[in-house]
Protein backbone atom coordinates (compact mmCIF):
# COMPACT_ATOMS: atom_id res chain seq x y z
CA UNK A 1 0.00 0.00 0.00
CA UNK A 2 1.35 3.27 -1.26
CA UNK A 3 2.09 6.48 0.74
CA UNK A 4 -1.60 9.01 0.34
CA UNK A 5 -1.53 11.66 -1.83
CA UNK A 6 -2.34 13.51 1.18
CA UNK A 7 0.89 12.43 3.26
CA UNK A 8 2.86 12.86 0.06
CA UNK A 9 1.64 16.29 -0.72
CA UNK A 10 1.94 17.34 3.26
CA UNK A 11 5.76 16.57 3.11
CA UNK A 12 6.35 18.42 -0.05
CA UNK A 13 4.81 21.37 0.82
CA UNK A 14 6.92 21.29 4.60
CA UNK A 15 10.07 20.34 2.07
CA UNK A 16 9.19 23.93 -0.31
CA UNK A 17 9.07 25.80 3.08
CA UNK A 18 12.78 24.36 4.05
CA UNK A 19 13.69 24.92 0.42
CA UNK A 20 12.26 28.78 0.35
CA UNK A 21 13.56 29.59 3.67
CA UNK A 22 17.16 28.21 2.63
CA UNK A 23 17.20 30.39 -0.50
CA UNK A 24 16.73 33.12 1.38
CA UNK A 25 18.93 33.14 3.87
CA UNK A 26 21.52 32.58 1.12
CA UNK A 27 20.43 36.04 -0.96
CA UNK A 28 21.05 37.67 2.66
CA UNK A 29 24.65 36.38 2.42
CA UNK A 30 27.26 38.42 1.28
CA UNK A 31 29.06 35.31 -0.81
CA UNK A 32 26.80 33.45 -3.17
CA UNK A 33 27.25 29.50 -3.18
CA UNK A 34 26.25 27.15 -5.94
CA UNK A 35 24.51 24.10 -4.28
CA UNK A 36 24.40 20.57 -5.72
CA UNK A 37 21.28 18.51 -5.71
CA UNK A 38 21.05 15.02 -6.26
CA UNK A 39 17.65 12.66 -7.60
CA UNK A 40 18.68 9.79 -5.79
CA UNK A 41 16.33 9.12 -2.33
CA UNK A 42 16.96 5.83 -1.63
CA UNK A 43 17.84 4.89 1.67
CA UNK A 44 21.20 3.53 2.66
CA UNK A 45 21.00 2.46 6.33
CA UNK A 46 18.88 2.29 8.92
CA UNK A 47 20.36 1.91 12.94
CA UNK A 48 18.06 1.90 15.98
CA UNK A 49 19.77 3.62 19.06
CA UNK A 50 20.74 2.21 21.93
CA UNK A 51 17.56 2.53 24.67
CA UNK A 52 18.53 1.72 28.36
CA UNK A 53 14.91 1.10 28.87
CA UNK A 54 14.54 -1.47 26.04
CA UNK A 55 17.67 -4.06 25.72
CA UNK A 56 18.59 -5.39 22.96
CA UNK A 57 17.16 -2.67 20.52
CA UNK A 58 20.62 -1.51 19.02
CA UNK A 59 21.10 -5.21 17.94
CA UNK A 60 18.70 -5.04 15.11
CA UNK A 61 20.24 -5.27 11.36
CA UNK A 62 18.50 -4.17 9.02
CA UNK A 63 18.14 -5.30 5.19
CA UNK A 64 17.26 -2.76 2.68
CA UNK A 65 15.48 -3.57 -0.16
CA UNK A 66 14.98 -1.34 -3.20
CA UNK A 67 14.23 -3.36 -5.25
CA UNK A 68 10.55 -4.12 -3.59
CA UNK A 69 10.79 -1.48 -1.33
CA UNK A 70 11.21 -3.01 1.88
CA UNK A 71 12.93 -2.54 5.26
CA UNK A 72 13.28 -4.93 7.88
CA UNK A 73 15.55 -6.71 9.95
CA UNK A 74 16.22 -10.61 8.70
CA UNK A 75 16.91 -11.73 12.36
CA UNK A 76 14.08 -11.38 14.63
CA UNK A 77 14.89 -9.23 18.29
CA UNK A 78 14.15 -11.64 21.19
CA UNK A 79 10.71 -12.54 22.31
CA UNK A 80 8.64 -9.95 24.09
CA UNK A 81 11.13 -6.77 23.43
CA UNK A 82 9.37 -3.79 22.93
CA UNK A 83 9.30 -1.38 19.95
CA UNK A 84 7.16 1.50 21.34
CA UNK A 85 10.07 3.34 21.95
CA UNK A 86 12.39 3.49 19.56
CA UNK A 87 15.29 5.68 18.28
CA UNK A 88 15.54 5.33 14.67
CA UNK A 89 18.88 6.67 12.28
CA UNK A 90 18.46 6.81 9.01
CA UNK A 91 20.85 7.70 5.91
CA UNK A 92 20.36 8.40 3.00
CA UNK A 93 21.96 8.87 -0.59
CA UNK A 94 19.96 12.17 -0.64
CA UNK A 95 17.57 14.14 1.03
CA UNK A 96 15.88 17.07 1.29
CA UNK A 97 13.35 16.07 3.61
CA UNK A 98 11.64 12.38 4.74
CA UNK A 99 8.91 11.67 7.20
CA UNK A 100 7.56 7.88 8.66
CA UNK A 101 3.79 7.58 8.56
CA UNK A 102 2.83 5.32 11.79
CA UNK A 103 -0.88 4.31 12.51
CA UNK A 104 -1.50 7.13 10.05
CA UNK A 105 -0.06 9.71 11.67
CA UNK A 106 3.09 12.07 10.28
CA UNK A 107 6.61 11.90 12.05
CA UNK A 108 8.89 14.48 10.16
CA UNK A 109 12.19 12.89 10.92
CA UNK A 110 14.81 15.29 12.83
CA UNK A 111 17.43 12.86 13.64
CA UNK A 112 16.12 12.67 17.29
CA UNK A 113 13.07 10.92 17.03
CA UNK A 114 11.11 8.70 19.16
CA UNK A 115 9.37 6.54 16.82
CA UNK A 116 6.46 3.66 17.64
CA UNK A 117 6.70 0.20 15.42
CA UNK A 118 3.95 -1.54 17.05
CA UNK A 119 1.52 -1.04 13.95
CA UNK A 120 3.50 -2.50 10.91
CA UNK A 121 4.74 -1.63 8.10
CA UNK A 122 5.84 1.69 9.26
CA UNK A 123 5.63 3.62 6.31
CA UNK A 124 8.63 5.82 5.29
CA UNK A 125 8.85 8.34 2.37
CA UNK A 126 12.26 10.50 1.50
CA UNK A 127 12.69 13.59 -0.85
CA UNK A 128 15.61 13.63 -2.73
CA UNK A 129 18.16 16.95 -2.46
CA UNK A 130 16.15 18.43 -5.49
CA UNK A 131 12.80 18.29 -3.51
CA UNK A 132 11.37 16.28 -6.46
CA UNK A 133 12.17 12.77 -6.54
CA UNK A 134 11.18 10.61 -3.91
CA UNK A 135 11.16 7.13 -2.57
CA UNK A 136 8.90 5.48 -0.09
CA UNK A 137 9.46 2.42 1.31
CA UNK A 138 7.55 -0.21 4.13
CA UNK A 139 9.36 -0.43 7.47
CA UNK A 140 9.04 -4.39 9.44
CA UNK A 141 10.62 -4.66 12.51
CA UNK A 142 10.52 -8.63 13.07
CA UNK A 143 10.36 -9.55 17.00
CA UNK A 144 9.79 -13.37 17.98
CA UNK A 145 6.21 -14.38 18.26
CA UNK A 146 7.50 -17.42 20.70
CA UNK A 147 9.96 -17.65 23.30
CA UNK A 148 12.70 -19.45 21.19
CA UNK A 149 14.23 -21.32 23.80
CA UNK A 150 11.05 -22.82 25.30
CA UNK A 151 10.76 -26.75 24.89
CA UNK A 152 6.95 -27.61 23.81
CA UNK A 153 6.39 -31.47 24.56
CA UNK A 154 3.26 -33.42 23.01
CA UNK A 155 2.02 -36.68 23.81
CA UNK A 156 1.64 -38.45 20.28
CA UNK A 157 0.87 -41.73 21.29
CA UNK A 158 -0.60 -43.07 25.11
CA UNK A 159 0.24 -46.59 24.54
CA UNK A 160 1.66 -47.95 21.61
CA UNK A 161 0.59 -51.69 23.11
CA UNK A 162 -0.99 -53.04 25.97
CA UNK A 163 0.50 -56.58 26.19
CA UNK A 164 2.79 -57.14 29.35
CA UNK A 165 7.00 -56.23 27.81
CA UNK A 166 9.43 -54.08 29.91
CA UNK A 167 12.32 -54.73 27.34
CA UNK A 168 11.87 -51.88 25.03
CA UNK A 169 13.95 -50.17 21.99
CA UNK A 170 12.20 -47.68 19.82
CA UNK A 171 14.17 -46.63 16.93
CA UNK A 172 14.27 -44.56 13.08
CA UNK A 173 14.95 -46.19 10.02
CA UNK A 174 14.18 -44.49 6.22
CA UNK A 175 11.41 -42.26 7.57
CA UNK A 176 10.00 -45.01 9.82
CA UNK A 177 9.51 -45.42 13.71
CA UNK A 178 10.35 -48.84 14.97
CA UNK A 179 9.37 -50.07 18.86
CA UNK A 180 10.92 -53.58 19.58
CA UNK A 181 9.14 -55.19 22.72
CA UNK A 182 10.20 -58.68 24.68
CA UNK A 183 7.89 -59.78 27.40
CA UNK A 184 10.15 -62.33 28.14
CA UNK A 185 8.22 -64.99 26.76
CA UNK A 186 7.86 -63.62 23.19
CA UNK A 187 9.04 -60.88 20.97
CA UNK A 188 7.04 -57.87 19.29
CA UNK A 189 7.02 -54.96 16.61
CA UNK A 190 5.36 -52.16 15.61
CA UNK A 191 5.83 -49.84 12.85
CA UNK A 192 4.72 -46.24 12.62
CA UNK A 193 4.73 -43.50 9.69
CA UNK A 194 3.83 -40.89 12.23
CA UNK A 195 4.55 -41.88 16.02
CA UNK A 196 0.79 -41.91 16.31
CA UNK A 197 -0.42 -44.84 14.74
CA UNK A 198 1.43 -48.18 15.24
CA UNK A 199 0.97 -51.35 12.99
CA UNK A 200 1.97 -54.70 14.72
CA UNK A 201 4.43 -56.98 12.90
CA UNK A 202 5.16 -60.74 14.14
CA UNK A 203 9.05 -61.50 14.60
CA UNK A 204 11.18 -63.94 13.89
CA UNK A 205 14.10 -65.62 14.36
CA UNK A 206 15.16 -64.35 17.47
CA UNK A 207 15.24 -66.29 20.99
CA UNK A 208 12.20 -65.40 22.85
CA UNK A 209 13.41 -63.63 26.20
CA UNK A 210 15.63 -60.45 24.05
CA UNK A 211 16.60 -57.73 25.39
CA UNK A 212 16.54 -54.67 22.55
CA UNK A 213 17.59 -52.22 25.12
CA UNK A 214 21.40 -51.70 23.23
CA UNK A 215 19.52 -52.56 19.41
CA UNK A 216 20.97 -49.97 16.94
CA UNK A 217 20.62 -49.67 13.25
CA UNK A 218 23.79 -49.85 11.32
CA UNK A 219 23.59 -49.24 7.15
CA UNK A 220 20.63 -50.00 6.65
CA UNK A 221 20.22 -52.70 9.33
CA UNK A 222 19.18 -53.53 12.54
CA UNK A 223 20.89 -55.21 14.64
CA UNK A 224 20.75 -56.54 18.61
CA UNK A 225 23.16 -58.58 20.61
CA UNK A 226 22.10 -61.51 23.06
CA UNK A 227 23.43 -64.01 25.13
CA UNK A 228 26.82 -63.49 22.53
CA UNK A 229 25.53 -64.01 19.63
CA UNK A 230 25.05 -61.00 17.31
CA UNK A 231 21.13 -60.76 15.24
CA UNK A 232 20.52 -58.80 12.00
CA UNK A 233 17.08 -57.55 10.22
CA UNK A 234 16.29 -55.87 7.13
CA UNK A 235 13.03 -54.95 8.64
CA UNK A 236 13.05 -55.23 12.76
CA UNK A 237 10.80 -58.16 11.96
CA UNK A 238 13.17 -61.25 10.48
CA UNK A 239 15.75 -61.54 11.74
CA UNK A 240 19.20 -63.94 11.31
CA UNK A 241 22.17 -64.70 13.52
CA UNK A 242 25.52 -63.33 12.33
CA UNK A 243 28.63 -65.57 12.19
CA UNK A 244 31.48 -64.96 14.32
CA UNK A 245 33.81 -67.85 15.68
CA UNK A 246 35.95 -65.58 17.13
CA UNK A 247 33.92 -63.14 19.47
CA UNK A 248 30.71 -63.58 21.74
CA UNK A 249 29.26 -60.01 21.76
CA UNK A 250 28.24 -58.99 25.30
CA UNK A 251 26.48 -55.82 23.97
CA UNK A 252 26.40 -53.21 21.18
CA UNK A 253 27.27 -49.88 22.09
CA UNK A 254 26.78 -47.07 19.04
CA UNK A 255 27.70 -45.83 15.43
CA UNK A 256 31.06 -44.01 15.78
CA UNK A 257 33.05 -43.07 12.94
CA UNK A 258 31.16 -45.20 10.32
CA UNK A 259 31.46 -48.24 12.52
CA UNK A 260 29.17 -50.18 14.53
CA UNK A 261 30.79 -50.74 18.04
CA UNK A 262 30.26 -53.39 20.44
CA UNK A 263 31.53 -54.93 23.74
CA UNK A 264 32.82 -58.90 22.58
CA UNK A 265 34.26 -61.22 24.84
CA UNK A 266 37.49 -62.84 23.12
CA UNK A 267 36.40 -66.91 22.48
CA UNK A 268 40.36 -67.78 23.03
CA UNK A 269 41.40 -65.69 25.65
CA UNK A 270 38.42 -64.58 27.55
CA UNK A 271 39.76 -60.98 27.56
CA UNK A 272 36.37 -58.05 27.22
CA UNK A 273 37.57 -55.36 24.79
CA UNK A 274 35.62 -53.12 22.74
CA UNK A 275 35.55 -54.49 18.74
CA UNK A 276 34.31 -52.75 15.66
CA UNK A 277 33.05 -53.29 12.37
CA UNK A 278 32.36 -51.12 8.70
CA UNK A 279 30.28 -54.11 8.09
CA UNK A 280 28.88 -56.02 10.92
CA UNK A 281 30.89 -58.81 9.32
CA UNK A 282 34.69 -58.61 9.56
CA UNK A 283 35.28 -57.29 13.24
CA UNK A 284 38.65 -55.17 14.49
CA UNK A 285 39.20 -56.64 18.20
CA UNK A 286 40.20 -52.92 19.98
CA UNK A 287 41.43 -51.83 23.32
CA UNK A 288 40.20 -53.49 27.09
CA UNK A 289 37.42 -52.10 28.57
CA UNK A 290 38.92 -49.79 31.37
CA UNK A 291 37.99 -49.97 35.13
CA UNK A 292 34.45 -49.70 36.31
CA UNK A 293 33.34 -49.39 32.50
CA UNK A 294 29.48 -50.88 32.07
CA UNK A 295 28.55 -53.67 30.20
CA UNK A 296 24.53 -53.32 30.33
CA UNK A 297 22.02 -50.91 31.60
CA UNK A 298 24.40 -47.96 29.83
CA UNK A 299 23.50 -44.30 28.35
CA UNK A 300 25.32 -44.74 24.90
CA UNK A 301 25.69 -41.71 22.03
CA UNK A 302 27.62 -39.88 19.53
CA UNK A 303 27.42 -36.20 18.74
CA UNK A 304 29.36 -33.86 16.95
CA UNK A 305 30.76 -31.47 19.35
CA UNK A 306 30.69 -27.21 18.31
CA UNK A 307 34.38 -27.50 17.54
CA UNK A 308 32.94 -30.26 14.42
CA UNK A 309 34.79 -33.02 16.56
CA UNK A 310 33.31 -36.42 16.71
CA UNK A 311 32.35 -38.00 19.89
CA UNK A 312 31.22 -41.13 21.77
CA UNK A 313 30.16 -41.16 25.47
CA UNK A 314 29.10 -43.83 28.01
CA UNK A 315 27.23 -42.68 31.04
CA UNK A 316 26.33 -44.74 33.64
CA UNK A 317 25.77 -48.54 33.54
CA UNK A 318 26.71 -51.76 35.40
CA UNK A 319 29.99 -53.43 35.23
CA UNK A 320 30.52 -57.10 34.72
CA UNK A 321 30.82 -57.17 38.62
CA UNK A 322 27.47 -55.76 38.91
CA UNK A 323 28.23 -52.61 39.89
CA UNK A 324 26.33 -49.66 38.82
CA UNK A 325 28.50 -46.88 38.03
CA UNK A 326 29.19 -43.07 38.79
CA UNK A 327 31.02 -42.76 35.37
CA UNK A 328 30.98 -40.76 31.85
CA UNK A 329 33.39 -42.24 30.17
CA UNK A 330 34.46 -40.23 26.02
CA UNK A 331 36.09 -41.27 23.50
CA UNK A 332 37.55 -39.58 20.05
CA UNK A 333 38.92 -42.76 18.70
CA UNK A 334 37.35 -45.54 20.46
CA UNK A 335 40.40 -46.40 22.20
CA UNK A 336 41.33 -43.88 24.37
CA UNK A 337 38.62 -42.86 27.00
CA UNK A 338 38.07 -39.96 29.51
CA UNK A 339 35.90 -40.25 32.72
CA UNK A 340 34.49 -37.46 33.05
CA UNK A 341 33.21 -38.52 36.87
CA UNK A 342 36.32 -36.86 38.21
CA UNK A 343 34.82 -33.32 37.59
CA UNK A 344 31.79 -33.77 39.16
CA UNK A 345 32.08 -37.00 41.53
CA UNK A 346 28.66 -35.56 43.34
CA UNK A 347 26.73 -36.61 39.91
CA UNK A 348 26.05 -40.42 41.75
CA UNK A 349 25.49 -43.64 40.48
CA UNK A 350 23.48 -44.20 37.90
CA UNK A 351 21.74 -46.48 35.26
CA UNK A 352 18.69 -46.91 32.97
CA UNK A 353 19.24 -43.30 31.66
CA UNK A 354 18.85 -41.98 27.85
CA UNK A 355 20.77 -39.09 26.42
CA UNK A 356 20.71 -37.13 23.26
CA UNK A 357 22.45 -34.38 21.86
CA UNK A 358 19.99 -32.05 20.17
CA UNK A 359 20.54 -28.21 19.89
CA UNK A 360 24.23 -27.68 20.81
CA UNK A 361 23.57 -29.37 24.45
CA UNK A 362 23.49 -32.79 25.86
CA UNK A 363 20.00 -33.73 27.42
CA UNK A 364 19.29 -37.21 29.55
CA UNK A 365 16.26 -38.38 30.76
CA UNK A 366 15.88 -40.50 33.49
CA UNK A 367 17.38 -43.36 35.24
CA UNK A 368 17.79 -44.96 38.79
CA UNK A 369 20.26 -44.79 40.95
CA UNK A 370 22.40 -47.79 42.99
CA UNK A 371 19.37 -48.45 45.22
CA UNK A 372 17.40 -48.51 42.31
CA UNK A 373 15.60 -44.91 43.16
CA UNK A 374 14.28 -43.05 39.97
CA UNK A 375 16.81 -40.69 39.48
CA UNK A 376 16.17 -36.77 40.42
CA UNK A 377 15.40 -34.66 37.37
CA UNK A 378 13.56 -35.92 35.17
CA UNK A 379 15.87 -33.82 32.59
CA UNK A 380 18.96 -32.91 32.89
CA UNK A 381 21.53 -30.74 30.78
CA UNK A 382 25.31 -30.49 29.96
CA UNK A 383 26.56 -27.24 27.87
CA UNK A 384 30.15 -28.85 27.83
CA UNK A 385 30.03 -31.85 26.05
CA UNK A 386 29.06 -33.87 29.38
CA UNK A 387 31.28 -32.69 31.69
CA UNK A 388 29.20 -31.21 33.63
CA UNK A 389 25.50 -31.59 34.19
CA UNK A 390 22.54 -29.86 35.99
CA UNK A 391 18.40 -29.22 36.33
CA UNK A 392 17.34 -27.02 33.26
CA UNK A 393 15.40 -23.63 33.66
CA UNK A 394 11.97 -25.02 34.34
CA UNK A 395 10.22 -22.68 32.79
CA UNK A 396 11.89 -23.58 29.19
CA UNK A 397 12.38 -27.13 29.43
CA UNK A 398 9.85 -29.28 31.18
CA UNK A 399 8.40 -32.82 30.60
CA UNK A 400 4.27 -32.57 31.23
CA UNK A 401 2.89 -33.31 34.28
CA UNK A 402 1.10 -36.32 33.16
CA UNK A 403 4.70 -37.37 31.80
CA UNK A 404 5.84 -40.14 35.31
CA UNK A 405 9.21 -40.09 36.21
CA UNK A 406 10.75 -43.60 34.93
CA UNK A 407 13.96 -45.08 33.59
CA UNK A 408 14.86 -47.49 30.57
CA UNK A 409 12.92 -45.71 27.91
CA UNK A 410 14.64 -44.51 24.63
CA UNK A 411 15.60 -41.14 23.43
CA UNK A 412 16.18 -40.41 20.19
CA UNK A 413 16.54 -37.56 17.53
CA UNK A 414 14.52 -37.17 14.55
CA UNK A 415 14.52 -33.60 12.21
CA UNK A 416 14.40 -31.18 14.89
CA UNK A 417 12.50 -32.93 17.48
CA UNK A 418 13.48 -35.35 20.61
CA UNK A 419 11.55 -38.29 20.85
CA UNK A 420 10.88 -40.26 24.22
CA UNK A 421 9.25 -43.80 24.43
CA UNK A 422 8.45 -46.16 26.80
CA UNK A 423 10.08 -47.04 30.27
CA UNK A 424 9.36 -48.47 33.27
CA UNK A 425 9.60 -48.18 37.26
CA UNK A 426 9.30 -50.40 39.81
CA UNK A 427 5.54 -51.41 39.59
CA UNK A 428 4.75 -50.30 36.08
CA UNK A 429 6.20 -50.21 32.71
CA UNK A 430 5.17 -47.16 29.82
CA UNK A 431 4.60 -47.61 26.21
CA UNK A 432 3.57 -44.34 25.53
CA UNK A 433 4.96 -42.08 22.60
CA UNK A 434 6.42 -38.31 22.88
CA UNK A 435 7.87 -35.28 21.10
CA UNK A 436 9.72 -32.53 22.21
CA UNK A 437 11.11 -29.59 20.18
CA UNK A 438 12.77 -26.62 20.91
CA UNK A 439 10.95 -23.30 19.51
CA UNK A 440 13.52 -22.27 17.46
CA UNK A 441 14.23 -24.92 16.05
CA UNK A 442 10.65 -24.53 13.67
CA UNK A 443 11.75 -21.10 12.27
CA UNK A 444 14.22 -19.14 10.88
CA UNK A 445 12.60 -15.86 11.27
CA UNK A 446 9.76 -14.77 13.07
Not at 49 to 75: M, Q, R, T, V
Not at 149 to 174: I, P, R
Not at 199 to 220: C, S, T, Y
Not at 349 to 375: E, K
Request: aromatic share 12%; hydrophobic share 40%.
Amino acid sequence: MEISKKHRLGLRAAIGMLCALFMLNSCLDKEYTTVETSDNATVLSLTFDENDSIPHLDEAEFIIDNDNNLIYNKDSLPYQTRIDSVFPSFTFASTAGAALIVDGDTVYLTGNDTVDFTVQPVKLINYASDGIHFKEYDIYVNVHQVEPELFVWTQLCEAVYQHEGSSQKALQKDGALYVLVSSGLKNYLYVSEDASQWQAHAVEGLPQNMDFRQALVFNGKFYVASAGKLYASDDASVWNETSHSDYEFVNLLYVFNDELWAVVRNVQTGAITFAGSRDAQTWMEGVALPEKFPISDYAAFTFESRTGKAKAMVMGGITAEGVVCNTRWCTEDGSLWVDYSVEQPEFGSLSGAAVVYYADRLLMFGGVDANNQLFEGPILESYDEGLHWATPDTTLNKLPETFAVRTNQSAFVYGTSIYLFGGRTRTQVFSDMWKGKLNKMDFSQQ
